[in-house]
């Protein structure tokens, strides 16, 4: 028990996210149909690539519509959701939402109105993000960010957001050089007395039997 207590209290936890430093970003999607891989119609209805925007530390994306009139509702699930701009000769907008994470899916409901079609219908679909083609707004590619863990540790991540692990070991703090160092050995300490105290306390009982 002792052994996993320590473990725990000098084990530095790898779980930080990627982040990305200020400034504008492109990224790649696909619009697929829920919880699957495969493309949805409403696919067609957008020009690639986003503009992810970043400002103190929040992610936004913005998103260009085509046949812009068509799309009666867009309602992303992380919120944050408005019209940038609209371009009605053109039959565009480009619209704007939270984007916490582009590692995993973004669920959003739309609806399509086509009137010529007697077309009416809502649905959910999947906002896909291709992390690897991440880019800065010039084309050049995107350094990867380096966050911070909870033991103050420098960790680089891809991307993807995946953590370089190889990094990470060459850059782990030396145990003893440690801010949970000291806690450790004053717990030793305490555990190490506390078993010696027992011991010599059973002792002294055998000794009265």
């Known amino acids: 028990m002792l052994v996993a207590l320590l473990s725990i209290l000098v084990t530095p936890n790898l779980n930080a996210s990627a982040a990305l430093a200020d400034g504008k970003y492109t990224i790649n999607y696909q619009v697929n149909k829920p919880d699957s891989s495969s493309a949805s119609m409403a696919n067609d209805y957008f020009l690639k690539p986003g503009t992810i925007i970043v400002k103190n530390g929040s992610s936004v994306i913005q998103l260009k519509l085509k046949n812009s009139s068509w799309m009666t509702k867009f309602e992303s699930s992380t919120g944050g959701n408005k019209v940038i701009s609209e371009n009605k000769a053109e039959d565009t907008r480009i619209v704007q939402?939270?984007?916490?994470?582009?590692?995993?899916?973004?669920?959003v409901t739309m609806k399509v109105d086509i009137d010529d079609l007697n077309y009416h219908h809502e649905y959910t679909v999947d906002f896909v993000w291709d992390a690897a083609s991440l880019k800065n707004e010039d084309g050049s590619a995107v350094v990867a960010p380096t966050v911070k863990n909870d033991s103050n540790t420098d960790i680089e991540t891809d991307n993807t957001g995946e953590t370089n692990t190889s990094s990470v070991k060459e850059k782990v703090s030396n145990p003893?050089?440690?801010?949970?160092?000291p806690l450790v050995i004053l717990l030793l300490f305490c555990v190490s007395g506390f078993i010696?105290?027992?011991?010599?306390?059973?002792?002294?009982?055998e000794e009265i039997i």
Do not use: I
Request: aromatic share 18%; charged share 20%.
């Open 97 to 107: 939402f939270a984007l916490p994470t582009y590692t995993s899916p973004t669920a």
């Open 176 to 181: 003893q050089t440690n801010d949970t160092f």
């Open 196 to 205: 010696l105290f027992n011991f010599k306390k059973r002792m002294k009982e």
